[in-house]
């Protein structure tokens, strides 16, 4: 089996978590690790991890013209970083977007966890009366992905190799 880690990160809290996902991957898989921007071409690999920060509840730019070439048919597993709690609304809204994008691969899984968002970014949306629950909350992110969040990932990996193995 050949799988590829690819991400999109800006702050290095989904690299972080891409790094997790790659050593959470068996040694005997043959797996790679880059970012989403220096990968030219996915047709050999078995599974693909995918990875991205969430973006006012979607997928940046960047990820999204990655996610919308994957070829049809091509497991394909989704993770990203966002300030919300796990199993949040804005979280779970990007998910769907991206399964969205991706809908002639088969999606495997999915796997989020909170990132800690850049104060700059908080503080401007916390006077905002529309983003203010939101800023509240990611201030509640600070030192995520933490080890236990980097512990889940790996098993996530784990799960989703032998998902795809046992197809």
């Known amino acids: 089996m ?3 880690v690819t991400y999109f990160s800006q702050t290095g809290n989904t690299e972080k978590l891409a790094r997790a996902i790659y050593d959470g991957i068996e040694d005997h898989v043959t797996k790679e690790i880059c970012s989403i921007e220096d990968i030219k071409d996915v047709d050999d690999y078995d599974l693909i991890f995918c990875g991205f920060p969430v ?4 997928v940046p730019g960047k990820a999204e013209l990655f996610i ?3 070829p049809e048919g091509k497991n394909l597993a989704f993770f990203a970083t966002h300030g919300s709690l796990r199993g949040g609304q804005l979280a779970v809204t990007a998910f769907h977007y991206c399964i969205c994008l991706a809908a002639k691969a ?3 899984g999915t796997f989020g966890c909170r990132g800690e968002v850049q104060a700059a970014i908080i503080h401007k949306l916390i006077n905002s009366l529309e ?3 939101w800023a509240l909350e990611a201030q509640s992110a600070v030192g995520h992905p933490d080890a236990e969040d980097i512990k889940d990932a ?3 990996a784990g799960w989703m190799i032998a998902k795809v193995s046992h197809r």
């Open 68 to 70: 919308k070439k994957i």
């Open 154 to 156: 790996k098993e996530f």
């Open 55 to 58: 973006h006012s509840s979607s």
């Open 131 to 133: 983003h203010r629950g």
């Open 2 to 4: 050949k799988v590829l």
């Open 106 to 108: 088969k999606i495997v």
